[in-house]
């Protein structure tokens, strides 16, 4: 599985100030969409990374407008934290199957070094916050 990764993304921009979050990566299909963090820094936080992907292998289950939906809908009933997408993503921050997935830097990005995995495992401090359900 393939993706790419958008810095400075309006849609990550939209998501932050919704989740009052000051760093944010957000998943649209295929692309993890950032804000006010780079793709080093992103990259370099294995379990942030995870999680994301886990985002992109939910829209690959269902299908794009479908996912959509129905995390809408579920953020809707049941919160941000209890979103059972959410739940599911923050279980696949130790989940290594999802290590294989390649990702495909643009133009812009074909310079930037991706630094190695960091060992440890850091605590995703950048996850988006868990204050108000939405995103
Ligand atoms: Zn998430």
Redesign the pocket.
């Given at each position: 599985m393939k993706y790419r990764i958008r810095e400075n993304s309006f849609w990550a921009r939209v998501a932050a100030k919704w989740l009052r979050s000051e760093k944010m990566a957000m998943v649209l299909g295929k692309t993890i969409h950032l804000h006010n963090t780079t793709c080093e820094e992103f990259l370099g936080n294995r379990r942030w990374l995870r999680?994301?992907l886990a985002?992109i292998r939910q829209f690959r289950q269902l299908g794009f407008l479908n996912f959509l939906w129905q995390y809408m809908v579920e953020s809707f009933r049941v919160g941000y934290q209890k979103n059972r997408?959410?739940v599911e993503?923050?279980a696949a921050e130790w989940d290594v199957n999802l290590d294989s997935y390649v990702f495909v830097p643009g133009k812009h990005q074909l310079k930037a070094s991706i630094p190695p995995f960091p060992t440890g495992m850091s605590a995703p401090r950048h996850q988006?916050k868990v204050t108000p359900p939405a995103?």
């Open positions: 999680h994301e985002h997408f959410e993503a923050r988006h995103h």
